[in-house]
């Protein structure tokens, strides 16, 4: 199949699975988000109160994640040059593992954000060490197509974690929303056992083990030959985490505040009020993550077909008219729900183009570095956009829907960086 070994498929299922629990833990705070805070502050979950915490303290630690994101993202790139693909999978599937787990027994707020800040270094790694032991092991006709299908673990993962959180928050623990999320977070331990996969069955790429200079450096991603393709990959990256950071960290906030307003006309009382919240979280974030499943499946004919600059011309020009269309015109809550497929489709999908596209910009010695540095540093940047989206939102319930209609200028923008992208259709793995 695709005429990749049983060994190659080996190599792309365990990345799948780093990444895809990557995801995994990294949003499992965005479900929790409206029954954590509110417990960790000391306030009644559903209040008005408890609502403009969620919000401000959901864009404040998602910036910070990003942050540290980031930080373990360059940090693990250069490491990941330095003593193995491999090896830098599996440490950083154990740091993402446990942080998310210690998040479970945080007694307060300040003890949930240094867990999350530890397992963000983990989260922040993982990416540049899968993406570029599939480009390396793959053949070159089908690196396209197994750096898009390493990329759906992302939806997958996504679905995985709306699954748990329906199980543990909407059925199990449903009349305990005070506890629930802990067992949650609780969840953020399966990548520990995944990442023994890794350890038995994946050993380092032939291409990176004739390397025989080791010590890659930051510096040299903007030395001559190599900054044009270090800009080309950070600028798409930063339009891609900007927008998708903006929107995905609210969807359980926003379906959620849609279902209470749709809960408080049918006069529900308070069980089926968050029944109610807990279904519209799981129907949101359903369609998102289809969207994007599919989206990054279409980035396979786009890339190969039209080129990568045309992939991500159309793909910003299509993000920008979902985004407009889903928080600009005038819908239904329950119709926003189903319109998150076409914000799926176009803002996640993008994504499955950078696990092949930025492993392609550079050379084996600098290939995690250069793709830790492009695909992570962005997200410095990128920290803004929740923070000031939850800060704005905090001020009133319908402020959410308004301020993600703005987000909607941040892929246009991303067109005006066009000229600088390297196209990379046809060339050879430098």
């Not at 740091?95 to 989260?123: D, K, Q």
């Not at 909407?170 to 399966?190: I, M, N, T």
């Not at 956009?385 to 959410?400: E, Y």
């Amino acid at each position: 199949m695709l005429g990749l070994s049983r060994y190659q498929w080996t190599v792309l299922f365990a990345a799948w699975l780093g990444w895809g629990f990557d995801v995994f833990d990294s949003l499992l705070f965005n479900y929790v988000a409206p029954n954590c805070v509110p417990t960790l502050l000391g306030l009644p979950i559903g209040s008005p109160q408890a609502k403009q915490a969620t919000l401000f303290w959901t864009g404040l630690l998602t910036s910070l994640l990003l942050l540290g994101w980031a930080t373990g993202g360059v940090l693990f790139g250069l490491v990941c040059d330095r003593i193995g693909r491999t090896r830098t999978l599996l440490l950083t599937m154990l740091l993402y593992a446990v942080g998310t787990a210690a998040c479970a027994f945080a007694p307060n707020i300040w003890w949930l954000l240094a867990f999350r800040l530890l397992a963000s270094l983990g989260i922040g790694g993982e990416w540049a060490a899968g993406a570029a032991m599939v480009a390396e092991t793959v053949p070159e006709a089908r690196r396209v197509e197994a750096g898009a299908l390493l990329y759906t673990a992302a939806p997958m993962g996504l679905f995985l974690a709306t699954f748990v959180n329906l199980q543990v928050a909407g059925h199990w623990l449903v009349d305990d929303p005070a506890r629930s999320w802990r067992y949650v977070f609780l969840a953020g331990l399966l990548p520990a056992a995944a990442a023994f996969v890794v350890r038995l069955f994946v050993r380092e790429p032939e291409r990176w083990q004739g390397i025989a200079d080791r010590q890659a450096r930051i510096g040299e991603l903007f030395g001559p030959g190599i900054r044009r393709h270090t800009l080309s990959g950070f600028l798409m990256a930063l339009v891609a985490l900007l927008t998708w950071w903006s929107c995905n960290a609210f969807i359980p906030v926003v379906s959620g505040g849609l279902a209470r307003t749709a809960a408080e006309a049918r006069g529900l009382d308070a069980a089926a009020t968050l029944v109610l919240v807990e279904h519209w979280k799981t129907l949101a974030t359903s369609w998102f993550n289809l969207g994007g499943l599919i989206g990054t499946l279409l980035t396979i004919p786009a890339a190969k077909l039209l080129g990568r600059k045309a992939m991500f011309t159309l793909y910003w020009m299509a993000s920008a008219a979902a985004l407009f269309a889903t928080f600009g015109l005038d819908l239904e809550p329950e119709t926003r729900l189903y319109l998150y497929f076409a914000i799926g489709l176009t803002v996640f999908g993008v994504f499955g183009s950078f696990t092949y596209y930025l492993p392609e910009l550079f050379p084996t010695r600098l290939r995690g570095t250069g793709s830790g540095f492009c695909y992570n540093i962005g997200r410095v940047v990128a920290a803004v956009g929740p923070f000031l989206v939850g800060s704005i939102a905090a001020r009133g319930s319908s402020a959410a829907v308004d301020v993600l209609f703005y987000v909607g200028f941040v892929p246009l923008a991303g067109l005006l960086f066009m000229p600088w992208v390297v196209e990379t259709r046809g060339r050879v793995l430098a």
